[in-house]
């Protein structure tokens, strides 16, 4: 017999390797739904660069389904019972979400859907191991990455292979249950957004044609390309991850088919441990919901955080006078993106330079990245703060000018996104505080005027975050 299934469309916006969609097809008939959830925690709302991602994004899904997308706002369980009740609707379906507000809701909806009658099925398409299969011998979850992915992940059978697109589905479609994509109101007001346009594609097409980019011959290089800002050495797969345009597992045998199954070669084996650090990040968040919001080591509850209102907006903006920390911002400005051997450096200024709580910057770039995740925020701020799990120790602080000087040899990334900078020399393009006169005259800069002074001293600055650290363990001593 054939049923009516609903597939309720989150973080999975794709048709390849879709289990929600390919079970729901299986059973018969399928009304395909994504519903902005009124209800979200507004402190989980998505920011300006991921609302012009989802807004493009859905706009694909409803393209790949024949404009046939039912797109609502407003309480989920409501529009569910709606769709269901409309629709003879015999079983509901969706790939799981892992953020603790969302766990907490879908259980709430599954109870009362199946008191109404209704058969829910929820399945895993966005991760490569479920966080409760991966567990240390007592039974408690790991808090080490290396372990957790080398020994326990691993260890586990291989995540499971990619399912195919259906070659066909028979759609439900009800013009009057589609609000359509513009009532979600995600493009925003300011046209600010046009330089993302020109970097990314953003949907199912354009996920498969940046992993076809990579494959294989970048991630040959990529233990050491990705490491260098002015180069092309990353996959830039992160913001399709997050919409689910492409999953993990599509990535995960996609790398090793590429490599013809040869996975000790270095390119590769540290590609797929940085998936498994994506990975860690859900499964951190899993188990430690507080993550987004509390010190996941506790004695950094001690720390003395400065409240310094000028400089937070210094690096908001790019106007700190450190060229690499303000290339980073600008590039996070103008593409809704940043490379992540920059996002470390900016996080480390921002933390220990400035000592500016590290939850100042998970906010930032929650709000202007196209790839905001909550696991992934969370908790690489919190391992560049030292707070976090398998957190670098806090007394090992970025260098910005060596990163740069190491990283960025020729200053390519810096001159792009400060051009004001343009024509220092190569010496002096990391550090211009350092120029003589002449050179600085020579490149047409006059500090302070054409190009900010650092806002702090770097050793100074260095220092007073050693003592800081010093004040907070002897708080916790004492306390």
Known sequence: MKN????WFRQDLRLRDNPALNFAVQQGKVLAT??????????FKPGGASQWWLHNSLMSLSQSLDGKLHIQSGNV????????????IDCVVWNRCYEPWQINRDRHIKEQLRKHGVQVKSFNGSLLWEPWEVLKQDGTPYKVYTPYYRRGCLSKPSPRGPLPAP??????????????LNSLNLMPAIDWYQQMHKQWKPGEQGAASHLADFLPETMKDYKDARNNPDTKGTSHLSPHLHFGELSPNQVWYAAIESMQGDTSQAGIDCFLSELGWREFSHYLLYHFPDLPVSNFNSSFDFFPWRKDTDSLKAWQTGQTGIPIVDA??????HTGYMHNRVRMVVASFLVKNLLIDWREGE??????LVDADLAANCASWQWVAGSGADAAPYFRIFNPVLQGQKFDKQGHYVRLYCPELAHMPDKYVHCPWEAPASVLDEAGIMLGKDYPKPIVDLKASRQRALDALAVSKEQQRTN
């Open 328 to 333: 980073g911002i600008r590039e996070l400005w």
């Open 363 to 368: 906010r930032w770039f929650w709000d202007c």
């Open 34 to 43: 994504y519903i902005e959830d009124s209800d979200c925690p507004a402190e």
């Open 167 to 180: 070659k066909s589905i028979s759609l439900i479609y009800q013009p009057e249950s589609d609000a359509g």
């Open 4 to 7: 009516n299934t609903l597939v």
């Open 77 to 88: 369980l409501a529009a569910l019972l709606s769709m269901i009740k409309g629709n003879n």
